[in-house]
């Protein structure tokens, strides 16, 4: 037992220098660059049992893993952004490299599985500690078709996603990511960063007790913009709608096919569940029950693709209607015009000036609802 606890405490003690190392170096964001902490202290679990970072690892980063919501033809990264209908995506692998991960984390897969559902001790997979902290690094550049765009405004915006694994010890991982768009003037003077940190807490035999999971997001200006508060502002409510009704319950499919697929026993897994504090009230449908116990979301029922196809089609329907609503809007800014320059020459000199203001501010306020249309999309 004293070994054990000799282990335990080593193990805090690296999590803990490790990040502070990473963090002066300049690897890890600091805190002024993370404002909003959107998922707080959820743990992960299966069958009543927390589920291993290093299950959680390949899932959801290991580039070279292909996922299982894809039915295995897609790694986890590539395949949210066709989901997204995002496109020209472009992998640079950068220092990517799964084998040269610590023994932890470059475990198959399989085994991860296996291991966790015996409720094996990981002290025989942590002989390495010298081999951490470790950082990955890769990146995604892909072309984002912007919804219902504004007149005048992008169809697609140019993204870029940096990011980083890094291994901090056997019992804590971070991932964190760097977002850019360039397409717009005003979508270029900030950037996103993004942190999911993922901790286990063990037993005395070294067993996972609890693994949690914290998500942050950040937005942080390059450059001064006259937009700055209502970017941020669209920005964080955005990021909470994505990270709740989105990521999260992608995430959680992900590791449950995960699990059932490379289990020696399937039938006797069960879905995962979320439980921890929550900063934000959602319901229970966009995550938890509803969705994991519906055994709907493994494979797409006829039903789904008919929604799905519905869906697709109101979507193009609402576009028309836009552009339709934009060509007017064109018209009557056009007239409206006119019949101002009529009027003041009738009126005289002194009422131009006047006017001219009057369609300055007016301009300035289409300007801005366009960008708070993409500072929206730029946060998908």
């Not at 997001?217 to 994505?242: D, M, P, R, V, Y």
């Not at 959602?282 to 994991?292: E, P, R, T, V």
């Not at 329907?317 to 009738?346: E, H, P, T």
């Amino acid at each position: 037992m004293s070994d054990n606890n000799e282990i335990m405490n080593k193990l805090k003690t690296i999590t803990k220098q490790n990040i502070k190392s990473l963090t002066e170096q300049g690897v890890l964001y600091t805190d002024d660059k993370l404002q909003k902490n959107y998922i707080q202290n959820h743990s992960f679990e299966n069958n009543a049992k927390a589920i291993p970072i290093n299950i959680i690892y390949h899932s959801l980063y290991d580039q070279d893993n292909l996922c299982q919501t894809s039915n295995g033809k897609l790694n986890f990264q590539r395949h949210n952004l066709s989901v997204r209908n995002d496109y020209d995506i472009k992998f640079d692998k950068k220092t990517f490299d799964g084998n040269s991960a610590p023994k932890y984390f470059k475990m198959p897969i399989n085994k991860c599985v296996n291991l966790f559902a015996d409720n094996k001790s990981i002290k025989d997979e942590i002989d390495d500690l010298d081999s951490y902290p470790k950082v990955f690094e890769f990146q995604y550049n892909y072309q984002h078709p912007v919804p219902n765009p504004v007149l005048f405004g992008p169809k697609l915006l140019q993204n870029t996603d940096n990011y980083k694994i890094i291994f901090i010890s056997p019992i804590c991982l971070i991932i964190e990511q760097k977002g850019d768009s360039t397409g717009f003037t005003g979508i270029d003077c900030f950037y996103t960063s993004i942190r999911s940190k993922f901790d286990m807490e063990l037993n005395d035999d070294l067993t996972i007790k609890k693994t949690l999971f914290n998500c942050y997001f950040g937005l942080n200006f390059t450059k001064s913009n006259w937009l700055q508060g209502k970017i941020k502002n669209s920005a964080f409510s955005q990021a909470e709608e994505g990270f709740t009704k989105k990521f999260l319950p992608a995430i959680t499919k992900e590791l449950n096919l995960t699990i059932k697929h490379y289990s020696k026993k399937p039938n006797v897994i069960k879905k995962i569940s979320l439980r921890g504090k929550k900063t934000f009230n959602i319901g229970k449908s966009s995550i938890l029950d509803d969705l994991i116990m519906n055994d709907s979301f493994i494979s797409d029922s006829e039903d789904e693709k008919r929604k799905r196809k519905q869906k697709e089609n109101s979507d193009s329907n609402f576009n028309v209607q836009g552009s339709m609503k934009d060509l007017y809007s064109v018209f009557m800014i056009i007239m409206i015009i006119l019949a101002i320059v009529f009027f003041a020459k009738l009126l005289g000199k002194e009422y131009v000036i006047i006017i001219l203001l009057g369609i300055v501010v007016y301009n300035l306020f289409m300007i801005n609802n366009k960008l708070d249309k993409l500072c929206k999309v730029k946060n998908l």
